[in-house]
């Protein structure tokens, strides 16, 4: 991809500028930012998976690959100083890789475990905010090379689906079980993949009727990947950011005319920033 970008486009510090010059701009109370390198993140990441979905001593194959990956979900709690409520905020990134959804529902999986876990540690059930690139589509209407999907059909990711239903249904075939013998899933072939009890809602369906048209547009991909999950009936969208073409924009996973691809002179990332005013509701 890079080779098809001027090297001014693609230039770190040039596209930290324009990253601070959004943010300060912006003026928001919480940014959720992805893939920012750390060497903490290996350590955290090693820590959720054991915690919540494999255990040290799992050496299925399946459970090798998920612990390969670099990816992990940070989550922290804060005050809301208009009605006093504390709330969870978390951010995470998924798997990249459209070949192996099977990976980004156990990364969903964990994710969910994770904030759940933390909220109740910090004294019961709370607010959350779930931010990040998911790396899953909301629908797919045409097949791919990934994927095959029948005229006048849509196919929903295993993420969407466990996110936005709260479960990814065996008939998925981002199902874990549909990609994967029980004999590589091992004592994971007995997980019910969830998001742990956690009821969340898209703040673009809130506030748009539906996902922007992409968050995401490459030389080679564009689609939606990027979401905001608010925990249902905790949360009220009052405004929103617009997205290039309008905020409902156009067909799913389809470019605006004329626009990008990112990064661009303009645009410091390969992803569309998404903005919401949220108000949080009252005990």
């Not at 005050?79 to 978390?90: I, Q």
């Not at 990976?103 to 964990?110: F, G, R, S, T, Y």
Request: charged share 20%.
């Amino acid at each position: 991809m890079r080779s098809e970008y001027d090297a001014a486009v693609l230039d770190p510090v040039r596209r930290v500028a324009l990253l601070m010059a959004g943010e300060q701009a912006l003026d928001a109370d919480l940014y959720f930012l992805q893939e920012v390198e750390e060497g903490l993140m290996e350590s955290l990441r090693e820590m959720i998976l054991d915690a919540v979905v494999l255990e040290p001593g799992d050496t299925a194959p399946f459970a090798l690959r998920a612990r390969a990956l670099d990816e992990t979900v940070l989550v922290k709690r804060f005050l809301d100083l208009e009605t006093g409520r504390a709330f969870c905020a978390a951010v995470t990134h998924l798997y990249y890789h459209p070949r192996h959804p099977d990976l980004k529902v156990l990364q969903a999986h964990a994710a969910c475990a994770a904030v759940r876990a933390f909220a109740s540690a910090q004294g019961g059930p709370q607010p959350i905010l779930l931010a990040g690139d998911f790396n899953s589509l909301a629908e797919k209407r045409v097949s791919d090379e990934f994927d095959e999907v029948p005229e006048g059909c849509i196919k929903v990711s295993g993420v969407y689906e466990l996110l936005s239903q709260g479960r990814v249904a065996p008939s998925n075939s981002d199902h874990p079980a549909s990609r994967n013998s029980p004999a590589e899933l091992g004592r994971l072939r007995d997980v019910e993949w969830t998001s742990t009890g956690l009821s969340l809602e898209s703040a673009a369906v809130r506030a748009w009727g539906r996902e922007p048209s992409f968050t995401n547009h490459t030389p080679s991909f564009t689609g939606c990947l990027d979401y905001v999950w608010l925990s249902r009936g905790d949360w009220q969208v009052v405004g929103a950011m617009a997205m290039p073409g309008g905020s409902e924009g156009g067909e799913p996973n389809q470019a605006t005319p004329g626009y990008g691809p990112l990064p661009s002179a303009t645009e410091p990332s390969d992803h569309v920033a998404l903005g919401f005013c949220l108000r949080l509701g009252e005990h």
